[in-house]
């Protein structure tokens, strides 16, 4: 019913930037929180950023003052604007919505995206 579709990962040398954007599409009724999580290998998936409906923001320690987590409403995106990555923010970024849709306008659902590679290297 819905789907999210992450583009904007790749090999990035440390101190460098990127930007990650997801859409959000489908039977969508409204967006609550929409965020980014990562998981690193060997590692339990973790929330970065995320955003509510009203722009509230959430970071974790670890990309606080680096990282920057966009909305826009309208277009049921979200982006993170990531700077002066380091090679421990390597990880698969998924983005994540909480989704009420058409059929269910009461109940807010998770919905993933498929992930996208973030490699810090030099």
């Known amino acids: 019913q819905v789907q999210l579709v992450e583009s904007g990962g790749g090999l990035v040398q440390p101190g460098g930037s990127l930007r990650l954007s997801c859409a959000a599409s489908?039977?969508?009724?409204?967006?609550?929180?929409m965020g980014w999580h990562r998981q690193a290998p060997g590692k339990e998936r973790e929330l970065v950023a995320s955003?509510?409906?009203?722009?509230?923001?959430n970071y974790a320690d670890s990309v606080k003052g680096r990282f920057t987590i966009f909305r826009d409403n309208a277009k049921n995106t979200v982006s993170l604007q990531m700077n002066s990555l380091k090679p421990e923010d390597t990880a698969a970024y998924y983005c994540?919505?909480?989704?009420?849709?058409?059929?269910?306008?009461?109940?807010?659902?998770?919905?993933w995206g498929k992930g996208t590679l973030v490699t810090v290297s030099s």
């Open positions: 994540k919505a909480v989704v009420r849709t058409m059929t269910r306008p009461d109940y807010g659902m998770d919905y």
């Open positions: 489908g039977s969508i009724f409204r967006i609550n929180d």
């Open positions: 955003v509510n409906s009203v722009g509230s923001t």
